[in-house]
């Protein structure tokens, strides 16, 4: 799931440290990859990503790190591109020779790309990638097809969790620094908060263009359930369900039964970031990448705000990587290869990256991109709390849980399955009366259907 105010608009200045920032999908021309080393043994590739000229430090940072590898790598010289893979898009790119040697993508994509033969095997290059083992294994399977070879590397990584607002937690007397851990302290959290008067909102939700669904999903991992399983080498619903029966009666009873929600729903991520920007409302579910932008859009500040880890026993998550042309060479590959993971897989340049965004009014210290695994990891934490511009015990919460949650990926055909389930959350958060039984019954009808043509 990609939003510009979301968390697919958070991984910026080469270190995954800004929120606000736009993905431009422009498609841009490219060359072919058929080609391997030319005069002199130079290998040129081209790669996606460079952000825009309307993005002028992300630019800069962009250009530089081009420079210094191309310094570092004298036999390889990098032709970067603005823009990221778009589906709409690929298949004509890439039928036309324009595909980049080195593509952008989201977890969402690869398993398909695999599948159609659009991607490169890069197995058998990997072996001298630096801290490879160190990358939490769940994001590389993203990448491996049933083969089990790889065809691509992750480069950022995002897990839904509880954005709040601290000053309210103090003035309904919760604790700002223990946000709710389940979904019974959220209710009880939200209630509090909205007994507070004067248009304050307990817990809001997104319930339209594809949000609700989005979000609904995240609610039935958190409750222990699935959206779609694999039956054999079926794919199909398990929308009727015990869990999301819970998570959608506990939506109703907090609308409804509290009136924690407020009255006014079908919201999505601009009206609720808006609520909070205002100090109007005390939780939602989000991504850490959404302080930034509420903070600059609304002129707050971050020690107004905190984050905890998603209640319940699993979060949604997912995140973006690259992946390489079809026909790309050996030469291409192993130069690609060297690109990433300077440019994105670096756990070493993690300070000298701090450094050089701190003074730009980026913020430094948000606990986003958790890559790797706990040894790394804590390492590159201690790094950005050395140059932290933001209150890093405000998102304790979130650190200290989030990597006990079981980390699910969206279910195939995503975007049509959150279409169905907008329609689910409209119903329970503006029909009282909603029979959420039969809801699930029909959307589940309608979620087969999708799955159908899944192979």
């Not at 991109?369 to 790094?383: F, G």
Request: proline share 6%.
């Amino acid at each position: 799931m990609t939003f510009t105010s979301g968390f697919g608009a958070r991984r910026r200045a080469g270190i995954a440290l800004v929120g606000t920032m736009a993905l431009g999908l422009t498609a841009c021309g490219g060359s072919s990859s058929g080609e391997g080393a030319g005069k002199d043994g130079v290998v040129t590739i081209t790669v996606n990503d460079m952000p825009p000229k309307t993005q002028p430090l992300d630019r800069k940072i962009f250009e530089a790190d081009v420079k210094a590898f191309e310094k570092a790598n004298p036999k390889i010289d990098i032709d970067p591109r603005e823009g990221q893979m778009d589906p709409k898009t690929f298949a004509a790119k890439l039928a036309g020779g324009q595909l980049e040697d080195v593509y952008y993508v989201y977890f969402t994509d690869p398993a398909g790309l695999i599948e159609r033969r659009q991607g490169a095997d890069i197995t058998p290059y990997m072996k001298d990638i630096p801290y490879l083992d160190k990358i939490r294994p769940e994001f590389l399977d993203v990448f491996k097809g049933k083969d089990g070879k790889v065809y691509g590397l992750p480069n950022g990584q995002y897990s839904l969790g509880l954005v709040y607002n601290r000053d309210l937690f103090r003035k309904a007397g919760l604790d700002p620094d223990k946000p709710p851990t389940t979904w019974d302290e959220v209710r009880v959290a939200a209630k509090k908060i909205s007994a507070l008067g004067d248009g304050t909102v307990g817990y809001a939700e997104y319930s339209k263009n594809n949000q609700g669904g989005w979000h609904l999903t995240s609610w039935i991992y958190s409750m222990g359930g699935d959206v779609a399983v694999k039956d054999g080498d079926r794919w199909k619903s398990a929308l009727d369900s015990d869990a999301a029966r819970n998570a959608l009666r506990m939506l109703h009873d907090m609308r409804w039964t509290d009136d924690s929600m407020g009255s006014r729903q079908l919201l999505e991520i601009p009206d609720v970031q808006k609520m909070m920007g205002a100090g109007k409302l005390g939780m939602y579910m989000a991504g850490p990448d959404n302080v930034p932008t509420i903070v600059k859009q609304f002129e707050r500040q971050y020690k107004e705000y905190g984050v905890g880890a998603l209640p319940g026993q699993a979060t949604l998550g997912g995140g973006n990587g690259f992946m390489f042309h079809p026909e790309a060479t050996p030469e291409k590959i192993k130069a690609g290869l060297k690109w990433l993971q300077f440019k994105y897989l670096n756990p070493d340049r993690t300070e000298f990256n701090d450094k050089r965004v701190v003074s730009d009014d980026v913020p430094v210290g948000l606990p986003l991109d958790r890559l790797y695994t706990d040894d790394v990891q804590a390492e590159v934490d201690a790094v950005h709390a050395k140059y932290a511009n933001v209150p890093t015990e405000n998102f304790k919460p979130f650190t200290e849980r989030n990597g006990s949650l079981e980390q699910k990926v969206e279910p195939p055909n995503a975007q049509q399955i959150y279409t169905v389930l907008d329609g689910v959350m409209q119903s329970v958060l503006t029909k009282k009366d909603a029979d959420i039984d039969q809801l699930l019954k029909d959307a589940s009808k309608k979620v087969d259907a999708l799955l159908a043509t899944v192979k």
